[in-house]
């Protein structure tokens, strides 16, 4: 079992920027996919970044070359760097990391954009 804990969401301007970090409980071998999702408001989570164990990354089209996902394996974490945000990106934000058929999900981060 990995616990993971979300941090640095907030409210921001329309094209300000916000570093979500997912950061595992303990520390863990560098065996997970990575992704980030949102949910808006009334609205289906769908797929915002993923980051596979080899490094290969894609994007959500409305986010890219906006929004950057990495990670620091020696800090357990996973990053979402979001920069021009747009009202249309206000969601719940949630980490999911993957083994195999295990999902580990984050507690959800709020991301606030305001125009």
């Known amino acids: 079992q990995v616990q993971l804990v979300e941090s640095g969401g907030g409210s921001v301007q329309s094209g300000g920027s916000l570093t979500l970090s997912c950061a595992a409980s303990?520390?863990?071998?560098?065996?997970?996919?990575q992704s980030w999702y949102r949910r808006a408001p009334g609205q289906e989570r769908v797929l915002v970044a993923s980051i596979t164990t080899g490094g290969d990354t894609n994007y959500l089209d409305s986010v890219k070359g906006r929004f950057t996902i990495s990670r620091d394996n020696a800090k357990n974490t996973v990053y979402l760097q979001m920069n021009s945000l747009k009202p249309e990106d206000t969601a719940m934000y949630y980490c999911k990391w993957n083994w195999h058929q295990y999902d580990y999900w984050g507690q959800g981060t709020q991301v606030t954009v305001s125009s």
């Open positions: 303990r520390n863990v071998r560098s065996i997970y996919d």
